[in-house]
Protein backbone atom coordinates (compact mmCIF):
# COMPACT_ATOMS: atom_id res chain seq x y z
CA UNK A 1 0.00 0.00 0.00
CA UNK A 2 2.79 2.50 0.85
CA UNK A 3 4.20 2.01 -2.72
CA UNK A 4 0.96 2.51 -4.39
CA UNK A 5 -0.62 5.56 -2.43
CA UNK A 6 -0.46 7.68 -6.10
CA UNK A 7 -2.49 4.60 -7.18
CA UNK A 8 -4.65 4.82 -4.50
CA UNK A 9 -5.20 8.66 -4.72
CA UNK A 10 -6.19 8.06 -8.76
CA UNK A 11 -8.75 5.39 -8.04
CA UNK A 12 -10.35 6.70 -4.98
CA UNK A 13 -9.72 10.25 -5.09
CA UNK A 14 -11.72 12.49 -2.51
CA UNK A 15 -11.33 15.42 -0.64
CA UNK A 16 -10.35 14.19 2.72
CA UNK A 17 -9.65 10.27 3.38
CA UNK A 18 -9.25 8.05 6.44
CA UNK A 19 -7.04 5.49 6.86
CA UNK A 20 -7.56 2.70 9.51
CA UNK A 21 -5.18 0.02 10.35
CA UNK A 22 -3.27 -1.42 13.00
CA UNK A 23 0.62 0.02 12.06
CA UNK A 24 1.54 3.26 13.18
CA UNK A 25 4.42 2.73 10.59
CA UNK A 26 1.99 3.06 7.72
CA UNK A 27 -0.36 5.49 8.87
CA UNK A 28 3.05 8.12 9.44
CA UNK A 29 4.13 7.04 5.96
CA UNK A 30 1.02 7.91 4.56
CA UNK A 31 0.17 10.97 6.57
CA UNK A 32 4.03 12.05 5.66
CA UNK A 33 2.81 11.67 2.27
CA UNK A 34 -0.85 12.92 2.05
CA UNK A 35 -0.72 15.63 4.78
CA UNK A 36 -3.66 17.32 5.91
CA UNK A 37 -5.17 15.20 3.19
CA UNK A 38 -5.49 11.95 5.68
CA UNK A 39 -6.94 11.89 9.09
CA UNK A 40 -5.14 8.84 10.62
CA UNK A 41 -6.89 6.29 12.67
CA UNK A 42 -4.91 3.21 14.94
CA UNK A 43 -6.86 0.76 15.92
CA UNK A 44 -5.25 -1.34 18.74
CA UNK A 45 -6.44 -4.96 17.97
CA UNK A 46 -4.63 -7.92 15.86
CA UNK A 47 -1.40 -8.89 15.86
CA UNK A 48 0.57 -5.54 16.36
CA UNK A 49 -1.79 -4.33 19.38
CA UNK A 50 0.50 -5.24 22.15
CA UNK A 51 3.70 -4.35 19.92
CA UNK A 52 5.98 -1.94 22.39
CA UNK A 53 7.74 -0.79 19.85
CA UNK A 54 5.05 0.55 17.66
CA UNK A 55 3.22 1.90 21.20
CA UNK A 56 5.85 3.56 22.41
CA UNK A 57 6.62 5.39 18.59
CA UNK A 58 6.05 8.97 18.82
CA UNK A 59 4.46 8.73 15.10
CA UNK A 60 1.07 9.71 16.94
CA UNK A 61 -2.45 8.73 14.83
CA UNK A 62 -5.16 10.92 14.47
CA UNK A 63 -7.16 8.95 16.53
CA UNK A 64 -7.10 5.29 18.12
CA UNK A 65 -9.34 2.76 18.92
CA UNK A 66 -9.04 -0.11 21.21
CA UNK A 67 -11.43 -2.21 18.93
CA UNK A 68 -12.44 -1.19 15.08
CA UNK A 69 -16.01 -0.87 16.59
CA UNK A 70 -14.88 2.11 18.44
CA UNK A 71 -14.66 3.99 15.57
CA UNK A 72 -18.50 4.32 15.43
CA UNK A 73 -18.96 6.46 17.89
CA UNK A 74 -17.45 9.00 15.19
CA UNK A 75 -19.70 10.58 12.64
CA UNK A 76 -18.08 10.92 9.17
CA UNK A 77 -17.66 14.90 10.13
CA UNK A 78 -16.13 14.14 13.42
CA UNK A 79 -13.32 11.38 11.65
CA UNK A 80 -12.26 14.26 9.17
CA UNK A 81 -12.00 17.07 11.67
CA UNK A 82 -8.62 15.63 13.11
CA UNK A 83 -7.09 16.07 10.06
CA UNK A 84 -3.89 16.49 11.44
CA UNK A 85 -4.77 19.85 12.84
CA UNK A 86 -2.75 20.26 16.15
CA UNK A 87 -4.77 19.25 19.18
CA UNK A 88 -7.18 17.14 16.90
CA UNK A 89 -5.55 13.76 18.17
CA UNK A 90 -7.96 11.63 20.57
CA UNK A 91 -8.21 8.48 22.01
CA UNK A 92 -11.45 6.71 21.75
Excluded at 53 to 58: G, I
Aim: one cysteine or more; charged letters at 25%; proline letters at 4%.
Amino acid sequence: LEQALETVAECYPAEHCVMVNDKTRILASMKQSWGGRLTTSFVRQGHYALDLDQLQSRLRPDRTGARIGDLLAFMPAALTAAGGAPGGREEI
